[in-house]
């Protein structure tokens, strides 16, 4: 809470559930800052998207899972009736590692700040962060910063190539 910006409780509800696998069902969560700028929230039920494979179907799920959330986000920034918010996605991920064909899972935070969100919401986005990971019971999970809708398609094939870890 560096920032003054507090952390809901039902964010780390949310994420409890997703990382210690008692849900099981999600594979992509949400958390923005809320319309006052004094919290951090779970984002709205469209931005948590689910797991429902694992294993090589888990695979094609996570190709079409990144679909969802590209589409997500070109639906906002298309709009100008709708703010483009920062967001924290937590996202699972499976994949088959290129270097030995091992199938293989991992977590990964992405930090999305697009370069159209208004500056009161990109700075107070930027001194959130921390506040947001500390709150996580047992986050150490991968973070990584971005900017650009193309770089979302970059994750994957990063992870296969081992470049992300």
């Given at each position: 809470m560096s920032s003054g910006v507090a952390v809901d409780p039902a964010c780390n509800e949310m994420w409890e559930d997703f990382h210690l696998g008692k849900v099981n069902k999600r594979r992509v969560i949400t958390f923005r800052i809320n319309d006052e700028f004094n919290s951090?929230?779970?984002?709205?039920?469209?931005?948590?998207?689910?797991?429902?494979?694992?294993?090589?179907?888990?695979?094609?799920?996570?190709?079409?899972?990144?679909?969802?959330?590209?589409?997500?986000?070109?639906?906002?920034?298309?709009?100008?009736?709708?703010?483009?918010?920062?967001?924290?996605?937590?996202?699972?991920?499976?994949?088959?590692?290129?270097?030995?064909?091992?199938?293989t899972g991992k977590e990964l935070m992405v930090k999305w700040c697009p370069e159209q969100s208004k500056v009161k919401s990109k700075m107070t986005f930027a001194s959130s962060a921390k506040g947001l990971n500390d709150s996580l019971n047992g986050f150490n999970s991968l973070v990584v910063q971005i900017d650009e809708l193309e770089g979302i398609d970059d994750l994957l094939p990063k992870f296969q190539k081992g470049l992300l870890k």
């Amino acid at each position: 809470m560096s920032s003054g910006v507090a952390v809901d409780p039902a964010c780390n509800e949310m994420w409890e559930d997703f990382h210690l696998g008692k849900v099981n069902k999600r594979r992509v969560i949400t958390f923005r800052i809320n319309d006052e700028f004094n919290s951090i929230i779970p984002d709205t039920d469209k931005w948590q998207l689910p797991l429902t494979k694992s294993g090589e179907d888990g695979i094609e799920e996570t190709k079409e899972i990144i679909q969802q959330v590209k589409q997500l986000i070109a639906d906002e920034l298309g709009d100008d009736n709708v703010p483009n918010l920062p967001r924290w996605f937590i996202m699972y991920f499976d994949y088959k590692m290129e270097s030995d064909g091992r199938l293989t899972g991992k977590e990964l935070m992405v930090k999305w700040c697009p370069e159209q969100s208004k500056v009161k919401s990109k700075m107070t986005f930027a001194s959130s962060a921390k506040g947001l990971n500390d709150s996580l019971n047992g986050f150490n999970s991968l973070v990584v910063q971005i900017d650009e809708l193309e770089g979302i398609d970059d994750l994957l094939p990063k992870f296969q190539k081992g470049l992300l870890k």
